[in-house]
């Protein structure tokens, strides 16, 4: 979470202003900052909103804490890890799918996530990408779902 934290910090400094749009977030994150691409920027927009780390008002973005409070070197880049920041809304949604694996399979949470880990090792894709596949194997009918991983994972 202070990775997570410490890079919004950056961001907002280096850009000098504490508001900014979604898109402008992005671009700087990937583009002008050159951290990530821009699908894993939009990741990075969306965890931070997650953790109530960001607010979003009228579609700009302002960070939920002082920024000048916050010392980062000016040279910082942060990890591909930080984008594997658990939130309250990613526990949720892999639960969801999770609960509805063990109700389908008539098995309990721990063999659900097992299932999915082996999913996982095998696709390499995000837990909660490897959780649908799963569900989906299985019958469950993951369109419900579907919305709120694509959301989760930044994707439109």
Same mark, same amino acid.
């Given at each position: 979470?202070?990775?997570?934290?410490?890079?919004?910090?950056?961001?907002?400094?280096?850009?000098?202003?504490?508001?900014?749009?979604?898109?402008?977030?992005?671009?700087?994150?990937?583009?002008?900052?050159?951290?990530?691409?821009?699908?894993?920027?939009?990741?990075? +927009?969306?965890?931070?909103?997650?953790?109530?780390?960001?607010?979003?008002?009228?579609?700009?973005?302002?960070?939920?804490?002082? @920024?000048?409070?916050?010392?980062?070197?000016?040279?910082?880049?942060?990890?591909?890890?930080?984008?594997?920041?658990?939130?309250? @809304?990613?526990?949720?949604?892999?639960?969801?799918? @999770?609960?509805?694996?063990?109700?389908?399979?008539?098995?309990?949470?721990?063999?659900?996530?097992?299932? @999915?880990?082996?999913?996982?090792?095998?696709?390499?894709?995000?837990?909660?990408?490897?959780?649908?596949?799963?569900?989906?194997?299985?019958?469950?009918?993951?369109?419900?779902?579907?919305?709120?991983?694509?959301?989760? +994972?930044?994707?439109?």
């Amino acid at each position: 979470m202070d990775e997570l934290r410490d890079a919004i910090a950056l961001l907002f400094k280096r850009k000098g202003r504490d508001e900014l749009s979604e898109r402008e977030f992005v671009l700087s994150a990937s583009m002008d900052l050159r951290w990530f691409p821009p699908r894993d920027a939009q990741r990075l +927009l969306q965890l931070g909103l997650e953790t109530k780390l960001l607010e979003s008002r009228g579609g700009s973005i302002r960070p939920a804490f002082d @920024v000048s409070a916050i010392e980062v070197p000016r040279d910082y880049v942060p990890t591909a890890e930080i984008l594997e920041t658990a939130t309250p @809304v990613s526990e949720d949604v892999f639960l969801r799918i @999770v609960d509805a694996i063990a109700s389908k399979s008539g098995t309990d949470r721990k063999a659900a996530i097992a299932v @999915v880990n082996a999913v996982q090792e095998r696709m390499d894709v995000e837990l909660e990408v490897a959780a649908l596949v799963a569900a989906h194997r299985i019958g469950v009918d993951v369109k419900p779902i579907l919305g709120a991983v694509k959301a989760r +994972l930044g994707v439109p």
